[in-house]
């Protein structure tokens, strides 16, 4: 009855784990979690390796957001730049200094 739990105990956390199994992170929080576990004793490494398999990917997704946040600041922060670059040259023009095109054709057809 004790091996059939543990297989049972085992199948289940397996089961628990295998979305989580091709997903960033997840094989590193799994190999830590599972030294982690089986440092404890008991049998605990299958899981501590699900628990880390979850953390890692919890962690792996945090990193991603983060940088995705980062990555999007960034993009505003360059068309912000740009877009001021062109007011620039719109308010010179307004400004009566320099000339434009428009300005020198008027004087090639006089």
């Given at each position: 009855m004790h091996?059939?739990?543990?297989?049972?105990?085992?199948?289940?956390?397996?089961a628990?784990?295998?979305?989580?199994a091709?997903a960033?992170g997840?094989?590193?929080?799994?190999v830590?979690?599972g030294?982690?576990?089986?440092?404890?004793?008991?049998g605990?490494a299958?899981a501590?390796g699900?628990?880390?398999c979850a953390?890692?990917?919890?962690?792996?997704?945090?990193?991603?957001?983060?940088?995705?946040?980062q990555?999007?600041q960034?993009?505003?922060?360059m068309r912000?730049?740009?877009?001021g670059?062109?007011?620039d040259?719109?308010?010179?023009?307004r400004?009566?200094?320099?000339?434009?095109l428009?300005?020198d054709?008027?004087?090639s057809?006089?």
């Open positions: 091996k059939f739990l543990f297989a049972t105990t085992v199948l289940g956390a397996l628990l784990a295998a979305p989580y091709a960033e997840c094989g590193k929080g799994a830590v979690g030294v982690v576990g089986h440092e404890t004793g008991s605990h299958m501590g699900a628990a880390g953390i890692g990917h919890h962690e792996a997704n945090k990193k991603a957001k983060k940088e995705a946040e990555d999007k960034q993009d505003r922060q912000s730049d740009r877009d670059d062109h007011r040259d719109r308010d010179s023009d400004s009566g200094s320099g000339s434009s428009r300005d054709h008027d004087r057809a006089r």
